[in-house]
């Protein structure tokens, strides 16, 4: 299919930009001669066609994609036992946070995530990273003015193909370890059996920098963390045309929260002995738990000019915040044990039919419900009118909320081969959000030019009109009434619910082969939007919550840059971003009133703002070797009051190098691998505790060196 601006990582093969001519079906793939029914051989022919049709249901046809492969896996710090998060790091326009967050082209969240082309159920907000980087064959970010089968977080489509047993060249067994007392061993099974195919994972990760240290030390007090994932992934092909699979995840992950050493007590306590020694903040022992549990079943049935895919999915998720009672009142006035729980369940049906010779109709339709529900157990200090202790006598006050959400869409979009170098992609879709605490709907055109001005250039340009809900996460004023009088007392009692975000954003962008092997993108972008969405941090439970800004704008530039050739791949990115947002129209008892007063007279720039971002590397691989140098830097995270501050500049250097024996006396090869990971130990403070939304400091990582086995067999 032809993208337009179609930019990507020099690991990225061309596949992506070598385009098909749209509208029609793929060229017919090589068979192999048929020797018996479910051969090994034909049944990957098979899996392949399968795939290929899958891309035609929901291609981004005028989004902007940039995509990575295994290769560019692989020159990332950590290859596959990296996070998720910092393979993302080295795509244009996406900007580093604290707790493992990324933000896409200046928005806070609003990611979609698919598993080979299902949506993934929206989970919790919280820093555990439960898609694990071994699952992946391929992963592609969508961004711009996306087609209209996507909808609800449109920030950026995280789209990833998972590894399968045909992919799977053999199975693995890896060790990974080294600074911060770091110990990753992980497991890769997978294979094909007449028509069934499977992929499993199962890996455990140990090391003390579960989550950013709040200092500028070197190593954080109270920062252990455990994390354990399993993935699945099994297949079954029930004839040439149509496959059924199934997609399942668990994982759990156990974090100590670290602490600020010699903070001072401002609370008294009856539960506290005078002159306690212990009482402490090097001493505190909050901590908190991740779980996360998915399956997704689809059917997907690909016919002369018919593809159909039918996915039904369910997810639950759950946080638990542990506290310290004692420690907790003494320098916050609060001690809450808190357990936040979601569970979704959905369907997702889409649809492509080649309605004639010059036009592709695709249609869908996406359901949704979800049950969230807060659980808390506080200890709170009374305190008077002008917020200052008057007992020390705690109350306990314990309090069962929760919300629900439905979310619908439908959508139809013809694409329109007009000549065979122009295409537009035009469509609508209808989209619905009803919950405990608001309801909403909204009609929205998407359109999008295609223009193949030469065999080497390609253009886009396009709209898309957008219809974002919020997480179902609302306090109810009951709640907030059952703290008043107390240390947890918000300043205000206005609790406005928070509204679905709507926007038009426009894109237009340039993808030049300047050479066979050296490629240059462009791509500019803006939006306007009416009750912007935002998340924000508020207390030490790492939960993030949502509210909104009345209006907001966004607009920004990416350049990118690409060569490969043979064993050499180069590439570097430099985006930057503006956002403008004023008036919190919803959750207010947040913020203090100070800061709601400012925003509502003056426009802000939003806290996650990552002004001036670059990635880049150059690496170089062979069958036994393989070297790499990378490179991240950043400016423009918010702080201070009303976010009129700005943190200082990072820039940071990992290199890494790995080699391959493939004459072992068991299995099939053994690679060694070292990284070292900011290499010049660069002292970088991601966040400094204030801001809108804002309440934890962070620093990044200092220098670390890991080391890793891998045995295939």
Do not use: C
Not at 16 to 29: D, E, I, R, W
Not at 424 to 453: C, I, T
Not at 531 to 541: E, H, S, V
Not at 692 to 705: I, L, P
Request: hydrophobic share 35%; net charge neutral; aromatic share 12%.
């Amino acid at each position: 299919m032809v993208e337009a601006t179609t930019p990507h990582l020099p690991a990225t093969p061309p596949a992506h930009n070598k385009a098909s001519t749209p509208g029609t079906p793929p060229p017919s793939l090589v068979r192999l001669p048929r020797k018996q029914a479910g051969t090994i051989a034909e049944t990957i022919n098979v899996t392949a066609h399968m795939d290929q049709r899958r891309g035609r249901i929901a291609p981004g046809l005028g989004a902007v994609s940039y995509g990575i492969d295994q290769r560019q896996i692989e020159v990332t710090p950590g290859g596959e036992n990296a996070a998720f998060s910092q393979i993302l790091l080295r795509l244009p326009g996406v900007v580093m946070d604290s707790y493992g967050e990324v933000h896409v082209r200046g928005e806070h969240g609003g990611l979609t995530y698919r598993v080979n082309g299902v949506l993934l159920p929206e989970g919790l907000n919280g820093f555990g990273q439960e898609l694990d980087s071994r699952i992946i064959q391929s992963v592609d970010l969508l961004t711009g003015t996306l087609p209209a089968q996507f909808g609800f977080r449109t920030s950026g489509v995280i789209d990833v193909k998972t590894k399968t047993g045909d992919t799977l060249r053999n199975n693995q067994f890896s060790l990974y370890g080294g600074s911060y007392n770091t110990f990753i061993p992980s497991l890769q099974l997978g294979g094909s059996k007449g028509r069934w195919d499977y992929f499993v994972t199962a890996s455990y990760n140990r090391n003390d920098l579960g989550i950013e240290n709040p200092t500028n030390s070197f190593r954080a007090v109270h920062d252990f963390t455990q994390q354990e994932k399993g993935f699945g992934y099994l297949a079954y092909q029930i004839d040439d045309e149509s496959r059924i699979s199934l997609l399942t995840s668990a994982s759990y992950a156990d974090f100590q929260l670290p602490n600020t050493t010699a903070l001072p007590i401002l609370y008294h306590s009856s539960t506290i002995a005078p002159d306690d020694p212990s009482i402490q903040s090097r001493l505190l022992r909050d901590g908190q738990t991740e779980q996360n549990y998915y399956a997704v079943l689809s059917y997907q049935r690909s016919g002369e000019k018919l593809n159909t895919q039918v996915s039904p999915y369910f997810r639950y998720g759950r946080i638990g915040y542990r506290n310290d009672p004692n420690r907790d009142l003494a320098f916050s006035g609060i001690s809450q044990r808190e357990v936040n729980d979601f569970t979704t369940g959905g369907l997702q049906i889409d649809n492509s039919y080649d309605i004639a010779p010059h036009h592709v109709l695709r249609f869908g339709l996406l359901g949704q419900y979800t049950s969230e529900k807060l659980d808390t157990d506080t200890l709170a200090l009374p305190v008077d009118e002008a917020g200052a202790q008057s007992s020390i006598i705690p109350r306990r006050i314990i309090d069962h909320g929760g919300n629900w959400a439905v979310e619908a869409g439908a959508y139809l979009q013809d694409e329109y081969r007009i000549t065979p170098k122009l295409t537009f992609n035009y469509g609508l879709r209808y989209d619905r959000f009803a919950s405990s605490f608001h309801q909403e709907g909204q009609l929205s055109p998407r359109a999008n030019m295609v223009w193949k001005a030469s065999p080497s250039t390609t253009v886009h340009f396009g709209y898309s009109r957008y219809f974002a809900p919020p997480s179902p996460q609302y306090i109810s004023d009951a709640t907030l009434r059952k703290f008043a009088g107390t240390t947890n007392a918000p300043e205000t009692m206005l609790n406005t619910p928070t509204r679905v975000e709507k926007s038009h954003y426009v894109d237009v962008g340039i993808l030049q082969h300047v050479t066979r092997d050296y490629q240059v993108t462009l791509d500019a972008f803006g939006k306007w939007a009416r009750d912007q969405g935002d998340l924000g941090q508020f207390g030490r439970a790492v939960i993030l919550a949502p509210f909104s800004y009345r209006t907001g704008r966004v607009y920004g530039a990416e350049i990118g840059n690409a060569w490969r050739h043979g064993g050499w791949s180069v590439y570097g990115n430099f985006s930057f971003v503006k956002t403008w947002a004023k008036d919190i129209n919803s959750a207010q008892y947040q913020f203090e009133v100070a800061e709601l007063d400012y925003v509502r007279r003056h426009g802000i720039q939003l806290d996650h703002q990552g002004e001036f971002t670059s990635s880049a590397g150059v690496s170089y691989s062979n069958k036994h070797d393989m070297a790499y140098l990378d490179f991240l830097y950043g400016y423009g995270l918010r702080s201070g009051f009303a976010n009129l501050e700005k943190q200082p500049p990072y820039a940071i250097f990992n290199i890494g190098y790995a080699h391959s024996f493939t004459k072992v006396p068991f299995g099939h090869s053994l690679k060694l691998r070292a990284d070292v990971v900011n290499l010049f130990d660069h002292r970088y403070q991601i966040r400094d505790g204030s801001g809108v939304g804002v309440t934890q400091a962070q620093y990044g990582q200092r220098r670390g060196t890991l080391f890793s086995i891998v045995s295939s067999f």
